[in-house]
């Protein structure tokens, strides 16, 4: 499951289900339904406003409580959507090498490439 990649609909729908789960009089109070929960969390990922989100489930985290382990895997899975489509470190490092080593031959030109001598003026 680390190397899948999440789409902003799933992860909205599992935020705001931590949500709910974790404090559901204070969901309540911030939103007046669920789909409207879940609208306000897409659209912060959109804009790519995750920060809110990462410090509340890292507290949740830090406080060793019955949904600590749950908050970390969203935590993982915020990481693996923010990170959709990088290259890893490895696979940047392997491309940088093949450049250089590319870069350090001399490409031989065939004789119909090269350039033709200017004829000189008479």
């Known amino acids: 499951m680390k190397d899948e990649s999440v789409t902003p609909d799933e992860l909205a729908a599992k935020l705001d289900q931590f949500g709910y789960d974790f404090d559901p009089y204070?969901?309540?109070?911030?939103?007046?339904?669920?789909?409207e929960g879940f609208a306000q969390i897409r659209e912060e990922l959109h804009k790519g406003n995750l920060s809110g989100y990462r410090e509340y489930l890292q507290e949740v985290v830090a406080e060793e409580g019955d949904f600590a382990?749950?908050?970390?895997?969203?935590?993982?899975?915020?990481?693996?959507?923010?990170?959709?489509?990088?290259?890893?470190?490895?696979?940047?490092?392997?491309?940088?090498?093949?450049?250089?080593?590319?870069?350090?031959?001399?490409p031989a030109l065939p004789k119909e490439r090269l350039v033709p001598v200017k004829e000189e003026a008479r």
């Open 26 to 35: 204070g969901y309540m109070d911030a939103v007046e339904t669920r789909e």
């Open 69 to 106: 382990t749950e908050a970390k895997d969203l935590l993982d899975l915020m990481d693996r959507y923010e990170n959709r489509g990088r290259l890893s470190r490895e696979e940047k490092q392997s491309i940088l090498d093949r450049i250089d080593e590319l870069s350090k031959q001399k």
